[in-house]
Nanobody
Framework: QVQLVESGGGLVQPEGSLGLSCAAS????????MSWYRQAPGKDRELVASIFSTGDSTNYADSVKGRFTISRNDAKNTVYLQMNSLKPEDTAVYYC????????????WGQGTQVTVSS
């Protein structure tokens, strides 16, 4: 059974930091590109950051470059998102996504974790 379980969301003040984790099970983690998406109320889901299966290639949305860092630990089947200098506009539900590098139609989603940036 495939599972992606996010954790680490919560309430943080502007300019604060928060770290998200996504623990994966039920598939070959090393064969999947891992990504974080987010969706704010009334907006489309957007890609925040991705890390490829080798771990040496990442990409970020322009809005988070220099503030967010994605990483992965294949030994623990876990992907992380470190978020620094948070802004109110970062408020959203953050979702973990896994996409097979050989078969992009094989994709899985987590249930999401709420991040709220507010004073």
């Amino acid at each position: 059974q495939v599972q992606l379980v996010e954790s680490g969301g919560g309430l943080v003040q502007p300019e604060g930091s928060l770290g998200l984790s996504c623990a994966a099970s039920g598939f070959v983690f090393s064969s999947y590109r891992m990504s974080w998406y987010r969706q704010a109320p009334g907006k489309d889901r957007e890609l925040v950051a991705s890390i490829f299966s080798t771990g040496d290639s990442t990409n970020y949305a322009d809005s988070v470059k220099g503030r967010f860092t994605i990483s992965r630990n294949d030994a623990k089947n876990t992907v992380y998102l470190q978020m620094n200098s948070l802004k109110p506009e970062d408020t959203a539900v953050y979702y973990c996504n896994a996409r097979n590098i050989f078969d992009p139609t094989s994709t899985f989603w987590g249930q999401g974790t709420q991040v709220t940036v507010s004073s």
